[in-house]
């Protein structure tokens, strides 16, 4: 059964930075692409960014630069630094893997960027 855990989320000031992890397990996780979505109040989930199998990666316009995805297949992680953090960041932050034509998520980890 594939699960997938994340931490790191937390309060933090605009301009700020703050790295997210995510565990996942349950899956040959080198195979998959994973990535990371987040959902602020009252909105749709929406892509944050996404790495692939071989390592190519794709980002929202809004956090390209800001932000940086990575992985450690030896490990079965996936990463998110987040730097230059802005209050419209803030939102519940879930890790994504794709197992061959299914989607999984993580429970979520709150974000929120404010002063």
């Known amino acids: 059964q594939v699960q997938l855990v994340e931490s790191g989320g937390g309060l933090v000031q605009p301009g700020g930075s703050l790295g997210l992890s995510c565990a996942a397990s349950?899956?040959?996780?080198?195979?998959?692409?994973v990535g990371w979505y987040r959902q602020a109040p009252g909105k749709q989930r929406e892509l944050v960014a996404i790495?692939?199998?071989?390592?190519?990666?794709r980002y929202a316009d809004s956090v390209k630069g800001r932000f940086t995805i990575s992985r450690d297949n030896a490990k079965n992680m996936v990463y998110l630094q987040m730097n230059s953090l802005k209050p419209e960041d803030t939102a519940v932050y879930y890790c994504?893997?794709?197992?061959?034509?299914?989607?999984?998520w993580g429970q979520g980890t709150q974000v929120t960027v404010s002063s």
């Open positions: 790495i692939g199998s071989g390592g190519s990666t």
């Open positions: 994504y893997e794709r197992v061959v034509l299914t989607d999984y």
């Open positions: 349950g899956s040959i996780f080198s195979r998959n692409a």
